[in-house]
């Protein structure tokens, strides 16, 4: 049997698998039915949550999180202040894109991981060439 790389996995792809009206629905579904061990920065839980409670309301946000808390093998990357310089650092290296901060810190997370795996639909976070399971 062959060990699953470990993926990234970016506010986008959240969103997709946990919105059934969202595009990508299907296509995160399946990849969530059966996942390698996963990371995510912080910053991507605070902006789902954000997400489904601006899309949404309260119950979703809430919702948001308990998914976050009971999906198997997340490991969820902090953000302090090596982090905060490590992502300030990507986003001087790709000054002429419009990175978010939470864009800049997966970004620092998947080097420093040594991922390439992304599951997001964002483009930019594969800047650094991280290969993304969904091509727009």
């Known amino acids: 049997m062959a060990i699953k790389t470990s993926a990234y996995v970016d506010t986008s792809a959240f969103i997709a698998f946990l919105d059934r009206s969202d595009s990508?629905?299907?296509?995160?579904?399946?990849?969530f039915a059966a996942p390698p061990p996963l990371i995510t920065s912080a910053l991507v839980v605070a902006e789902g949550h954000s997400w489904f409670l601006r899309r949404y309301d309260r119950r979703?946000?809430?919702?948001?999180?308990?998914?976050?808390?009971?999906?198997?093998?997340?490991?969820?990357?902090?953000?302090?202040?090596?982090?905060?310089a490590a992502a300030t650092a990507i986003l001087k290296k790709f000054g002429d894109q419009d990175l978010t901060l939470?864009?800049?810190h997966g970004l620092a997370v998947m080097r420093d991981s040594g991922i390439s795996d992304c599951w997001s639909t964002d483009w930019h976070l594969g800047l650094d060439g991280g290969r993304l399971a969904i091509q727009r």
């Open 102 to 104: 939470a864009d800049a």
């Open 24 to 31: 990508y629905h299907a296509a995160f579904r399946g990849l």
């Open 60 to 84: 979703r946000a809430a919702q948001f999180l308990a998914f976050i808390n009971v999906l198997p093998d997340l490991r969820i990357q902090p953000f302090e202040a090596v982090e905060l």
